[in-house]
């Protein structure tokens, strides 16, 4: 059983940052031959895709338009976490943000294995 457990949320302002992690665990699961992704889901919205790392040697990142150049992923297999650096945060990145994990396919497709259960995070103007 795979389990991914997110922290780092919380309330912040307009402009400030914040620092999610994910930790992953389970007794078979090989982190560091899975892609690994973070979603959000606004209040009143469908969960979206945000950001992800490939399982690959390159660890290649993909991001979200809307966060291209403000959010980073990134992920230390040694300690099976991924991380996700938010800078510049606006008020419309308010949202339930969810750690996930697949073993293959398009690393920004909604179709992942394994979820966590989300940390708030919300963003005041």
């Known amino acids: 059983q795979v389990q991914l457990v997110e922290s780092g949320g919380g309330l912040v302002q307009a402009g400030g940052s914040l620092r999610l992690s994910c930790a992953a665990s389970?007794?078979?699961?090989?982190?560091?031959?899975?892609?690994m992704g973070w979603f959000r889901q606004p209040p009143g919205k469908q969960r979206e895709f945000v950001a992800a790392?490939?399982?690959?040697?390159?660890?290649?990142?993909y991001y979200a338009d809307s966060v291209k150049g403000r959010f980073t992923i990134s992920r230390d297999n040694a300690k099976n976490m991924v991380y996700l650096q938010m800078n510049s945060l606006k008020a419309e990145d308010t949202a339930a943000y969810y750690c996930?994990?697949?073993?293959?396919?398009?690393?920004?497709?909604?179709?992942?294995?394994?979820w966590g259960q989300g940390t708030q995070v919300t963003v005041s103007s």
């Open positions: 996930a994990a697949k073993g293959s396919g398009a690393p920004w497709a909604n179709e992942y294995d394994y």
């Open positions: 389970g007794r078979t699961f090989s982190f560091s031959s899975y892609t």
């Open positions: 790392i490939s399982w690959s040697g390159g660890g290649g990142t």
